[in-house]
């Protein structure tokens, strides 16, 4: 499955200071790892996002948002929201929020 590089490209530009961040393809996409935590991805033209149970619902009620899916298993703590619903404001707010989520992860 190819991914929405220009998505891809979005995020690069905003984690580009970020000390920690890697990106790795994976998934069929590209995911983009801090401190060895999967954050966030592209998988074709959405964001994956890691945002933990505790949010999923409020999550979920948001424009774009559906569960993450991989195969027939729903991935828990995890988002799609769709690319059309990803203006500048809403990248942002979904990349901070997987990053406070992984932050608090231990490092890999």
Do not use: H
């Not at 190819?2 to 580009?16: G, S």
């Amino acid at each position: 499955m190819a991914y929405d590089e220009v998505l891809a490209e979005r995020i690069r530009d905003r984690l580009a200071d970020v000390p920690g961040v890697a990106e790795q393809k994976m998934f069929g996409g590209l995911a983009f790892l801090t401190s060895g935590n999967l954050a966030v991805g592209v998988r074709g033209d959405d964001l994956m996002a890691r945002i933990g149970e505790a949010g999923t619902a409020a999550a979920l009620a948001m424009p774009g948002v559906r569960p993450c899916e991989m195969g027939s298993r729903t991935m828990r703590g995890w988002i799609l929201v769709d690319g059309e619903a990803l203006d500048d404001e809403a990248l942002d707010t979904w990349l901070a929020t997987a990053r406070a989520f992984v932050a608090d992860l231990p490092p890999k």
